[in-house]
């Protein structure tokens, strides 16, 4: 993920996935991947150890088993500093698959939440 600070507290950047299966089955076998690749901005509130922060993404995914297509979705998350350049991080995601711009105007309600938790470090 690679992340450029614009200001004190907007962050923007690329959110890059890869998943791999190796199903297996009766009389079958065979490997499965598919990716993503998202570009964000995310605004953060306060200065104290609890930012939250709200953003948006835009980007792609492609593979074996999807349509490749557009994504894009809103988000918003909470980071809790437990150093000054270590924290966990909690975010909600509300993506939803689009084609065209009409098609993104029609698919918005059949998006799906996505949660994440993790840590992070700036440099």
Not at 10 to 15: D, H, N, S, V
Not at 62 to 84: F, M, N, Q, R
Not at 103 to 121: H, P, R
Request: with cysteine; aromatic share 16%; hydrophobic share 40%.
């Amino acid at each position: 993920m690679a992340i450029r600070c614009l200001t004190g507290r907007t962050l923007a950047g690329i959110r890059q996935s890869v998943n791999f299966a190796d199903v297996a089955g009766e009389g079958f076998s065979d490997n499965f991947w598919n990716g993503s690749t998202r570009g964000f901005a995310d605004y953060h509130f306060g200065q104290g150890a609890a930012r939250p922060f709200v953003g948006a993404s835009l980007g792609a995914i492609y593979g074996d088993g999807v349509k490749d297509t557009g994504i894009a979705g809103l988000e918003t998350g909470l980071k809790y500093y437990l150093l000054s350049t270590t924290f966990i991080q909690g975010r909600a995601e509300y993506p939803f698959l689009f084609d065209s711009g009409d098609s993104a105007e029609q698919n918005y309600d059949n998006g799906a939440w996505a949660y994440t938790f993790g840590m992070g470090i700036n440099f």
